[in-house]
Structures are given as structure tokens and as C-alpha cells.
């Protein structure tokens, strides 16, 4: 299953960076700690590549600290970029940012010059949240689900200091496959754009691997860490679904249920602080997904195909 999701109004929000981008002195690229490569949106960094860019790795109470420190000193070792954790509910580290900011653009401030920050970013990242944590009161509409912002907005944080927030936005193709379902594990694409079933068999594939021991201790499966590890991932479910009732009539497993049950516990958090990822486990997925991109696009043009006519209106 390839997972793709670009309603509408993120053809406008592209359009939108592309016309703000010009006038911006740092961008702001929100990630979710839980998965802050497939987070990153390759087309924010064609958008805004020549600016200094700030990389908020939010919902860091969510995620694994260990691998958290690896994404930070990654983005820290990246030129004109700097990277902070935070979780966006807390204000003082959210207030770090204006300081950050202020560090990758120190000519800006004053009234002469006013500092000016995009702050973009994918669905369902906490952007709305840090917002209103930033201005004291309730500035963003805020949802546990993909595209609750529609609108740009421009936001005063102090008399030098003006943030323009966008609508969440993902890319028009994913490329890599293990991105698509990190990002439907965390809730950044629509329901209409994955199976639940899928999902979850993914997800479990990743953390019956690096997070063994949360499986047990969440589910009570009466296995060892290597044997959750070893365990298929439809046994794996199966087992989780008798342990959790998720069952049709005549005991049999309840998929559904069970594979909302899942997503439902790693979102929540109930299975414990959880990172999908490591730079060095997304470079490989990277430059496999590109390589294949890349081998199908040959194929396609072996084949001679061509894009379809747009018909005249």
C-alpha cells in the first residue's frame, strides 16, 4: 500500500509559502519528535532552502529522549539550521524559540526591523498548540486530527517579533513507503488516505524490534523480549487482540478493532515514549525510496508514457 495525502487547500498553502517565503527572515519547521525525518517535508525545504531554518522537535514527551538527542545533533550539524525539543503545552521551552530565532537572524529586531518567522509544518504537528502557548491565549484552532488550520495568520509575539502561521501541509508523493506509514501511525494524513489494518502491522513490525519490552509490559503478553521480537507481526496482533478482547463472535480476532486499538495506544502514549526512526535509519530509507523513484520514472519514460491532456473548459 502506498499511503498519499494532498487535499486541496495544500496546493494553496504552497502557493502561500512561496509568496511569504520571500519576505521572511527565519522559517520555522515543526517535527514530530516521534518521527522527525518522515516529519520533515522535502517540499517545505525546496520552498525555503536559502533561509535560516529553525527545526522545533515537538512532543518530545511523546518520544524515545535517547533517539531525540541523535535528531537534535543532526540538525544541529546542519548549516544555517538549529534544532530544539520541546513539548508545545509547556511555555518556557516554547519561549526558547524567540531566542533561537533571534540567534540564526541577529541584524533583525527593532522596530526598524521587526524579526519575521514562517512557521510551518505537517498536519497534526502541535503547531497550533505551540502558537497559543506562544501568545497566552487561544490564537489557533487546535484538533487531534489532520487540516484543522485552513488559513494563514499573522501573529504579533512582541512589538519586533511577527510569526506567520500556514496550514499543516504534507508533499504531493511520498516517496518513501516507511515514511507514509510513520505518518499515518502518528495521525498526519487523513483516514481516508491508509488501512488501519496495515498500519498497524507496520507499526508493531518497528516496535516488536527497538521496543520489545513496552509491548509486554503494555499488553501482558506473557512473552520474552526476544520472543515478542521473533513473533510475526499478525501473531503479534492476534495475540494482543485475545489479550484485549478485540474479538468477533466465536473468538475470532476482531482486525479492525484490534488495529485501532494499536494505533490508538502509540498515539496516546500508553505504550510508552516511542521514536520510529533514527537519521541514520531514515538516510537508508531515503536513498532507497529515491532509487526506486528514480527506477520508476525510467521505466515510464521507456514506456513512453505521457500525461494525460487537460481538457479545455
Known sequence: MTIQWFPGHMHLTRKAITERVKDIDVVIEMLDARLPGSSANPLLAELTGHKPTLKVVNKQDMADPVRTALWLAHYNAQDKTRAIALDASVTA???????????????????????????????????????????????????????????????????????FDTPGMLWPRIVVPESGFNLAASGAVGRNAYDDQEVALELLAKLKLDYAELLEARYKLGLSHQAIAELPEEDLIAAIARKRGALAGGGAVNWQKVAELVIADFRGTHIGRITLETPEMFSRWLAAGLKADAARSERKQARGDKPPKRRKR
Do not use: H, W
Not at 120 to 125: A, D, K, M, S
Not at 138 to 146: M, P
Not at 147 to 163: H, M, S
Open 93 to 163: 521551552p516554547a519561549r526558547a524559540i524567540i531566542a533561537a530565532c533571534f540567534e540564526l537572524a541577529p541584524n533583525r529586531g527593532g522596530m526598524v526591523k521587526p524579526m519575521r518567522v514562517l512557521i510551518c509544518g505537517i498536519p497534526n504537528v502541535g503547531k497550533s498548540t505551540l502558537i497559543n502557548t506562544l501568545m497566552g491565549k487561544r490564537a489557533a484552532k487546535t484538533g487531534d486530527e489532520a487540516g484543522v488550520t485552513r488559513n494563514e495568520q499573522r501573529l504579533a509575539l512582541a512589538d519586533d517579533f511577527y510569526l
